[in-house]
T-cell receptor
Framework: SAVISQKPSRDICQRGTSLTIQCQVD?????MFWYRQQPGQSLTLIAT?????????ESGFVIDKFPISRPNLTFSTLTVSNMSPEDSSIYLC????????????FGEGSRLTVL | LAKTTQPISMDSYEGQEVNITCSHNNIATNDYITWYQQFPSQGPRFIIQ???TKVTNEVASLFIPADRKSSTLSLPRVSLSDTAVYYC????????????FGSGTRLSIRP
């Protein structure tokens, strides 16, 4: 298993500002995944972050809007840049504790509200 | 990635067995079927995974017919605490896998 801590758990932000979400895992993992979950919706994969390489973004998500860092095997950050009300969502960090199993472990999520 | 289709919502009562079926007509030979459970204000939680026939753990059973074009998650004797959204996923899991969630089934359990 894996225990994931995310910060902040929630925040209220002003339009045009940026916020960085931190994700800390209690074990070393190869890949970390960032998801977005809009109210009442399913999860949408934003990007996959490998340590030591550029993140891989899904269609509809770009690095300028959602820059990701992955400085080591236990930590990652996701920045939501130049926020608008449409960015109000829960952002979830996830890892596959054992690569290739398909068993993901999730943090509690970071609930962002953009005014 | 194989697309999945699930009922949007289901209702049941405490003590009943609940079966949620997921269709995945385009499942590939090496794809696995995985189910997650999500409570409000929490991240999804892995429930069960299977490739064929039947898998059972302490939480649920997963039934997969021979053609693997569908699967059924079975929750025995549900309680109010089983009220959640249940997601069916189908993917080839490898070192480069990315895991995509479908729309999910919102299960409501009543007293």
């Amino acid at each position: 298993s894996a225990v994931i801590s995310q910060k902040p758990s929630r925040d209220i932000c002003q339009r045009g500002t940026s916020l960085t979400i931190q994700c800390q895992v209690d074990s070393q993992v190869t890949m970390m995944f960032w998801y977005r979950q809009q109210p009442g919706q399913s999860l949408t994969l934003i990007a996959t972050a490998n340590q030591g390489s550029e993140a891989t973004y899904e269609s509809g998500f770009v690095i300028d809007k959602f820059p990701i860092s992955r400085p080591n095997l236990t930590f990652s950050t996701l920045t939501v840049s130049n926020m608008s009300p449409e960015d109000s969502s829960i952002y979830l960090c996830s890892v596959e504790a054992l690569a290739g199993t398909g068993e993901l472990f999730f943090g509690e999520g970071s609930r962002l509200t953009v005014l | 990635l194989a697309k999945t289709t699930q009922p949007i919502s289901m209702d049941s009562y405490e003590g009943q067995e609940v079966n949620i079926t997921c269709s995945h007509n385009n499942i590939a030979t090496n794809d696995y079927i995985t189910w997650y459970q999500q409570f409000p204000s929490q991240g999804p939680r892995f429930i069960i995974q299977g490739y064929k026939t039947k898998v059972t753990n302490e939480v649920a059973s997963l039934f997969i017919p021979a053609d693997r074009k569908s699967s059924t998650l079975s929750l025995p004797r549900v309680s109010l605490s089983d009220t959640a959204v249940y997601y069916c996923l189908v993917a080839l899991y490898s070192s480069a896998s990315k895991i995509i969630f479908g729309s999910g089934t919102r299960l409501s359990i009543r007293p």
